[in-house]
């Protein structure tokens, strides 16, 4: 969809400009009108009409005019519908956008015979919700431009009523609310044989290290673990409602325990790194939560937090390791995981 100012300005052959007197400005009925929407108001008019010069033609015995609506033709329409239909703006924002309107007037004798054709659609957003073809003919003995003033100010409350009509029907199906509801919770199981949710009551032992042993590594032991994502959303009462389950997982295909290091020591250091994923997993849930999201910035920020906290894991995991020296310093290694038993039962989320 796309606003359009107009510049009334028709290419003549051999000649650059048209004059005023090549279009006939029509002026659209200025009376409080008939119909009031009550489930909606028009946020916005916009137009992709092909022709940017006008309307239409309008032929009086050979000398032929363009027609053109005051001030062009969405602007003509956004401020029929702002000055004269009442409209209530604690409803939800729709977006009427004229897709068509060609108006052909032709004088027969001393009678006019008028025919118009016009699509007006409706959009909540980038969604369209609805749209409305036309066509109609009359014939006149008085002034063709007063008579078009009235006919598509009439043509323009006709198709805002009949939206109204299928809109009541469907509204509740569409997200016409700004504002996205988040809930964000964190996964307590998981299809995937091959990982091992996070749980107080379900600790690592070396059985669940089932990778392949990296020994050209200083390393001797490796957790990997991280967080799975699962997403859905609704619309209820115009209302989006995104759904998000983060799920910390310890991936045992991935995870590797030289069994020439068995000791309680070692594994006690590995799951200090399972804990770190799920502290930062509760974090994320926590900012999710209290974030703010629109329809139009919802997935965007909803990538940027799970980037931030999946950098900011990765961080605390390297720092572990480096002051601990992959828990070669006894008391480095007794204050973090001290530090991270707190931080646990701080989090409330196991």
Same mark, same amino acid.
């Given at each position: 969809m796309r606003s359009l100012f107009f510049l009334f300005a028709i290419s003549l052959i051999g000649s650059s400009l048209a004059s005023a007197q090549d279009i006939k400005v029509i002026q659209l009925k200025q009376e409080a009108a008939t119909y009031a929407p009550k489930t909606y108001y028009i946020a916005n008019v916009t137009d992709s009409?092909?022709?940017?010069?006008?309307?239409?033609?309008?032929?009086? !015995?050979?000398?032929?005019?363009?027609?053109?609506?005051?001030?062009g033709t969405a602007t003509a329409l956004k401020n029929y519908i702002g000055q004269n239909i009442a409209e209530d703006?604690?409803? %939800? %924002?729709?977006?009427?956008?004229?897709?068509?309107?060609?108006?052909?007037?032709?004088?027969?004798?001393?009678?006019?015979?008028?025919?118009?054709?016009?699509?007006?659609? +409706?959009?909540?957003?980038d969604v369209k919700l609805s749209e409305f073809s036309g066509k109609g003919q009359s014939e006149i003995a008085g002034d063709p431009g007063e008579y078009?003033?009235?006919?598509?100010?009439?043509?323009?409350?006709?198709?805002?009523?009949?939206?109204?009509?299928?809109?009541?029907?469907?509204?509740?199906?569409?997200?016409?609310?700004e504002n996205v509801k988040i809930?964000?919770?964190?996964?307590?199981?998981?299809?995937?044989?091959?990982?091992?949710?996070?749980?107080?009551?379900?600790?690592?032992?070396?059985?669940? +290290?089932?990778?392949?042993?990296?020994?050209?590594?200083?390393?001797?032991?490796?957790?990997?673990?991280? !967080?799975?994502?699962?997403?859905?959303?609704v619309v209820q009462k115009g209302q989006l409602i995104f759904t998000v389950v983060v799920t910390p997982y310890f991936d045992k295909t991935q995870s590797w325990f030289n069994p020439v290091n068995t000791n309680a020591y070692l594994l006690a250091h590995e799951q200090a790194h399972f804990d770190i994923t799920a502290i930062k997993t509760c974090e994320l849930v926590a900012a999710l939560s209290s974030a703010s999201f629109t329809k139009e910035n919802y997935q965007e920020r909803f990538k940027q937090l799970t980037q931030q906290y999946e950098?900011?894991?990765?961080?605390?995991?390297?720092?572990?390791?480096?002051?601990? !020296?992959?828990?070669?310093?006894?008391?480095k290694q007794q204050a973090w995981q001290d530090k991270i038993t707190q931080q646990v039962k701080a989090s409330g989320c196991y």
């Open positions: 009409i092909p022709d940017s010069t006008g309307i239409g033609t309008i032929n009086d !015995n050979g000398s032929v005019q363009r027609i053109a609506l005051q001030d703006k604690t409803q %939800p %924002p729709i977006v009427m956008s004229l897709n068509d309107l060609h108006v052909d007037v032709k004088k027969k004798g001393a009678k006019w015979t008028i025919s118009i054709a016009s699509t007006f659609a +409706f959009y909540s957003g078009l003033g009235k006919e598509i100010s009439r043509l323009v409350q006709r198709n805002m009523a009949d939206f109204e009509k299928r809109w009541v029907q469907q509204k509740d199906k569409f997200a016409t609310s809930y964000a919770t964190t996964g307590k199981t998981t299809d995937n044989r091959d990982f091992i949710v996070y749980s107080l009551q379900r600790p690592l032992n070396q059985h669940d +290290f089932k990778g392949v042993v990296q020994e050209n590594l200083p390393e001797k032991a490796t957790t990997f673990s991280g !967080n799975s994502f699962t997403t859905s959303s950098a900011e894991t990765t961080n605390e995991q390297n720092a572990y390791d480096t002051e601990t !020296n992959h828990g070669t310093i006894p008391d």
